[in-house]
């Protein structure tokens, strides 16, 4: 398969590949779509077993950048950088550097962030080599780290979700969270705040342990998370969580969480409806970071100081997007993944028809 036979390429407007021999640096940075703005989307750092895998990942995590930041209504489009290898073993200053630089080559058509692997301290040395970075601190415009805004609009998101679908509040809800880092974790201490209860499970022990210490979750291994007794199955670590294996082994009536790509397919997302299981589409619900990012790169356009503000109210705009797709998937009997995919693809053809007359 070819790169534009891939069912992930959906029209990318740029993919670029980027190797430094001197670091060790092997990165794809895909852009999906400028129509509504420069690219935006973290940087993920992963040991993909090849480079075809990177790439697919690449292809489809920018894909669903476009969509969540037309969910947002930013003036952002989507894009995403991928890179090849083990983060908690390579990382390096210089490493980081050489992808700045590639950034840089871009020629801010991207700007990057964190993601899965990447921290903003990685990131600082980006930032000594190319000025597209966002979600740092140490200057006016700083936005700092995105997750906690992700957690907060994933919170706010299952809260809704347990009310449309269970017609009650958190507290005693039980909460099964698929991953405990950055975002999940701070998920985790949001939902204990709110009375629910917790299961977790991750690859980290030492993230586990700590979660667990103070939340009162019971521990559940990788593979068993899938069988928890929850009413809310929340992914919140890579993409593809939600697949034919794994779906008859929800008892969750809420499918809400932090991940990318959490379904392994369009077709998984019909049986999930078919299955009488509320999904809350993962780059709508998860759409608080890239607001966060946003809101650094205004003040950054503008010369202006990090607004909060601004971040809230786009927010709480967001979770009433969020209430309108499932208004309409309610009354047209329809996934919702399909109903977001369908508003998110009609504002990026909106805004390219603009750009094209204007």
Same mark, same amino acid.
């Given at each position: 398969?070819?790169?534009?036979?891939?069912?992930?390429?959906?029209?990318?407007?740029?993919?670029?590949?980027?190797?430094?021999?001197?670091?060790?640096?092997?990165?794809?940075?895909?852009?999906?779509?400028?129509?509504?703005?420069?690219?935006?989307?973290?940087?993920?750092?992963?040991?993909?077993?090849?480079?075809?895998?990177?790439?697919?990942?690449?292809?489809?995590?920018?894909?669903?950048?476009?969509?969540?930041?037309?969910?947002?209504?930013?003036?952002?489009?989507?894009?995403?950088?991928?890179?090849?290898?083990?983060?908690?073993?390579?990382?390096?200053?210089?490493?980081?550097?050489?992808?700045?630089?590639?950034?840089?080559?871009?020629?801010?058509?991207?700007?990057?962030?964190?993601?899965?692997?990447?921290?903003?301290?990685?990131?600082?040395?980006?930032?000594?080599?190319?000025?597209?970075?966002?979600?740092?601190?140490?200057?006016?415009?700083?936005?700092?780290?995105?997750?906690?805004?992700?957690?907060?609009?994933?919170?706010?998101?299952?809260?809704?979700?347990?009310?449309?679908?269970? @017609?009650?509040?958190?507290?005693?809800?039980?909460?099964?969270?698929?991953?405990?880092?950055?975002?999940? !974790?701070?998920?985790?201490?949001?939902?204990?705040?709110?009375?629910?209860?917790?299961?977790?499970?991750?690859?980290?022990?030492?993230?586990?342990?700590?979660?667990?210490?103070?939340?009162?979750?019971?521990?559940?291994?990788?593979?068993?998370?899938?069988?928890?007794?929850?009413?809310?199955?929340?992914?919140?670590?890579?993409?593809?969580?939600? @697949?034919?294996?794994?779906?008859?082994?929800?008892?969750?009536?809420?499918?809400?969480?932090?991940?990318?790509?959490?379904?392994?397919?369009?077709?998984?997302?019909?049986?999930?409806?078919?299955?009488?299981?509320?999904?809350?589409?993962?780059?709508?619900?998860?759409?608080?970071?890239?607001?966060?990012?946003?809101?650094?790169?205004?003040?950054?356009?503008?010369?202006?100081?990090?607004?909060?503000?601004?971040?809230?109210?786009?927010?709480?705009?967001?979770?009433?997007?969020?209430?309108?797709?499932?208004?309409?998937?309610?009354?047209?009997?329809?996934?919702?993944?399909?109903?977001?995919?369908?508003?998110?693809?009609?504002?990026?053809?909106?805004?390219?028809?603009?750009?094209?007359? !204007?």
């Amino acid at each position: 398969m070819t790169l534009f036979d891939s069912p992930a390429f959906e029209g990318h407007e740029g993919v670029h590949a980027f190797f430094d021999e001197k670091s060790g640096l092997k990165c794809i940075i895909a852009v999906h779509s400028t129509a509504r703005g420069p690219a935006a989307g973290g940087c993920r750092m992963w040991p993909f077993p090849s480079a075809a895998a990177a790439l697919e990942d690449a292809l489809r995590l920018s894909r669903a950048m476009s969509y969540k930041n037309a969910m947002a209504d930013l003036d952002l489009g989507g894009g995403k950088a991928v890179i090849i290898g083990d983060s908690r073993t390579q990382k390096t200053a210089a490493l980081f550097e050489a992808f700045g630089r590639a950034v840089e080559d871009v020629a801010g058509k991207y700007w990057t962030a964190e993601d899965v692997g990447v921290s903003p301290a990685d990131l600082m040395h980006a930032r000594k080599t190319t000025r597209y970075v966002a979600g740092l601190t140490g200057h006016d415009a700083a936005s700092g780290d995105p997750s906690p805004v992700t957690a907060e609009g994933v919170f706010r998101g299952i809260a809704l979700g347990v009310r449309r679908a269970l @017609n009650r509040n958190l507290d005693g809800v039980t909460v099964a969270i698929q991953g405990v880092g950055h975002v999940g !974790a701070y998920l985790a201490d949001k939902l204990h705040a709110a009375g629910a209860k917790l299961v977790i499970t991750d690859v980290n022990e030492e993230a586990l342990r700590e979660v667990a210490e103070r939340t009162g979750a019971r521990v559940a291994a990788p593979a068993a998370i899938f069988d928890a007794d929850a009413e809310v199955f929340a992914p919140c670590a890579l993409g593809g969580a939600i @697949n034919a294996e794994t779906l008859p082994r929800l008892k969750a009536k809420v499918i809400a969480g932090g991940a990318n790509n959490q379904l392994a397919n369009p077709e998984i997302g019909r049986a999930v409806y078919e299955h009488g299981i509320l999904y809350l589409p993962d780059y709508v619900i998860n759409g608080g970071g890239i607001i966060n990012v946003a809101g650094e790169i205004r003040a950054l356009d503008r010369g202006e100081a990090f607004d909060p503000a601004w971040v809230e109210t786009k927010l709480a705009r967001l979770m009433r997007t969020l209430d309108e797709v499932l208004d309409l998937s309610k009354a047209e009997h329809r996934p919702t993944h399909e109903v977001a995919n369908e508003i998110a693809k009609a504002r990026i053809s909106g805004a390219a028809e603009k750009r094209a007359a !204007a």
